[in-house]
């Protein structure tokens, strides 16, 4: 009977941001049939988007998160750009976000990290763009902790089914994001097999191995040459074997220079790296690359960042501390940055943003 149970998304999404139940790294507590209704609801929306899709600014592009829970609060709580404060459009309700990947494994809150994303995906469809991280692969999340979480906290079996629901969920996931037409957006990078935007959109979902298609396994795997290398400099546009991942290949900048140029594009943004500032740029700027997790694994002393878009189309970067608070870095076209919430002030805001929510919801029940 249970799996016959009514899911309310707006419930879950109380139970999710309610700063009772998550400060102080407290876990949620689930059952298998509302993450298989989650998992199930979610995926139809994915089936229905493009493989690239697409975002007017302004919004907001997140880098990976890895099961790191409270700083995925956070950073959905944050006031961003000035013209969105001055249009009171802050926290998770009202702003825009093209998520980059990479939510679950390494941290030990990625069920929590995954349900959140859904839910607000279900919520507030237009509002949120999901791209598929290379953890969103059955392979990897298996290995690196995510099937290992689920099966510790529902048990073996439910655990083991709710792991396949959502790796068949994310196999529906877009892989790539173009934002205001000029900024591409993927998990990992570039791909001797990307000529257009027409060659993202031509990829046929579901894609349950990514390595049965190049063009997706490079834009979940594929990274910058590292630094100081003769490749990174080289005149032409270079794609080597990726050996650091075993797969996949490495792109130098004259490949960033020649993809803008041939889609017509201004940057591109990725993921995929942790960086210790929490970005890098690569190629003149016109490759950023964003990692959003702050004190990752709880082993290093990076920094997180977030990528916002104004509505002209310059770019600016929040600089997440290791420890609770914001720094505002200054670079080329960078916009104003805030202070993150501490865990009270994100209380607050939590409470706020999940009355907006509500009203939302009873407004567009109305006008139905």
């Known amino acids: 009977m249970a799996e016959e149970r009514q899911f309310e998304v707006l419930d ?79 926290g998770f309700s009202s702003n825009r976000f093209v998520f980059l990947g990479d939510y679950v494994d390494r941290g030990s809150h990625s069920i929590e990290c995954i349900a959140l994303m859904f839910a607000l995906k279900i919520h507030y469809p237009k509002n949120y763009i999901l791209l598929r991280g290379n953890h969103e692969t059955r392979a990897i999340n298996f290995a690196y902790g995510f099937k290992e979480e689920l099966t510790i906290k529902l048990g073996e079996a439910d655990g083991a089914e709710v792991w396949e629901k959502l790796n068949e969920t994310f196999s529906y996931m877009p892989l790539a994001a173009l934002v205001g037409g000029k900024i591409l957006c993927m998990h990992g990078g570039l791909s001797p097999d990307l000529n257009s935007l027409d060659d993202i959109k031509k990829i046929v979902r579901p894609i349950v191995d990514v390595a049965t298609n190049r063009l997706a396994q490079d834009l979940l795997w594929s990274d910058p040459t590292p630094d100081q290398t003769l490749a990174t400099l080289h005149k032409d546009p270079l794609y080597n074997k990726n050996g650091v991942r075993g797969l996949s290949c490495t792109f130098n900048e004259a490949a960033v220079r020649e993809t803008c140029k041939k889609l017509k594009i201004l940057k591109i943004v990725r993921a995929h790296q942790m960086v210790p500032d929490g970005f890098k740029f690569f190629a003149d700027k016109q490759l950023i690359t964003i990692f959003s997790a702050p004190r990752y694994m709880n082993e290093t002393d990076n920094r997180g960042a977030v990528l916002t878009v104004r509505t002209d189309g310059k770019v600016g970067i929040i600089q997440m501390k290791n420890t609770k608070g914001m720094k505002q870095n200054v670079e080329d076209e960078i916009t104003r940055g805030d202070d993150l919430p501490t865990n009270q002030s994100a209380k607050k805001k939590s409470e706020s943003m999940l009355k907006t929510a509500q009203s939302s919801s009873s407004k567009s029940k109305t006008q139905e």
């Open 12 to 90: 879950f999404l109380k139970r999710h941001l309610h700063a009772k139940n998550w400060i102080n790294y407290r876990e949620q507590t689930y059952e298998k049939w509302e993450l298989v209704h989650l998992a199930e609801m979610v995926r139809e929306i994915f089936r229905d988007e493009s493989t690239l899709e697409t975002m007017s600014p302004p919004c907001t592009i997140v880098g990976d998160i890895h099961g790191q829970y409270v700083d995925l609060v956070r950073l959905l709580n944050m006031r961003l750009t000035k013209e969105e404060t001055k249009q009171k459009k802050t």
